[in-house]
């Protein structure tokens, strides 16, 4: 099964809203404003971790319904998040959560 474009698009978002367990983008949209209160910074990471799981699991070639659903996106994500949280935002740190959402998905499939 391919992924449509609507698909594709809302796959970072679903996968937000996975961290508590619900698959929907505007509820991943809702979660991803609440961190914003908090801080943009941790919210773009949230979205970019969640956006790198998702281009991870198309390049490993993993099932279309799975990164539809988000579960391709949850863990990168709250990676992320805790990388922009414990590190001090700097080249490095951010090559690291990239890294390491690389691994993450490398490790499930």
Same mark, same amino acid.
């Given at each position: /099964?391919?992924?449509?474009? &609507?698909?594709?698009? &809302? @796959?970072?978002? !679903?996968?937000?809203?996975?961290?508590?367990?619900?698959?929907?983008?505007? %509820?991943?949209? $809702? !979660?991803? *404003?609440? !961190?914003?209160?908090?801080?943009?910074?941790? %919210?773009?990471?949230?979205?970019?971790?969640?956006?790198?799981?998702?281009? #991870? *699991? /198309?390049?490993?070639?993993?099932?279309? =319904?799975? !990164?539809?659903?988000?579960?391709?996106?949850? =863990?990168? @994500?709250?990676?992320?998040?805790?990388?922009?949280?414990?590190? $001090?935002?700097?080249?490095?740190?951010? *090559?690291?959560?990239?890294?390491?959402? =690389? #691994?993450?998905?490398? $490790?499930?499939?």
């Amino acid at each position: /099964m391919e992924l449509s474009t &609507s698909e594709l698009l &809302s @796959a970072p978002l !679903i996968g937000v809203s996975q961290i508590f367990v619900v698959n929907d983008p505007l %509820a991943g949209a $809702i !979660i991803v *404003a609440g !961190i914003a209160s908090y801080s943009r910074g941790c %919210a773009v990471h949230t979205v970019l971790g969640s956006t790198v799981g998702v281009g #991870t *699991a /198309m390049a490993l070639g993993a099932d279309a =319904n799975e !990164i539809a659903a988000g579960l391709w996106g949850f =863990n990168p @994500a709250l990676t992320s998040l805790a990388v922009s949280v414990f590190f $001090i935002q700097t080249p490095q740190s951010v *090559a690291l959560s990239a890294g390491k959402l =690389n #691994t993450q998905g490398l $490790i499930i499939f």
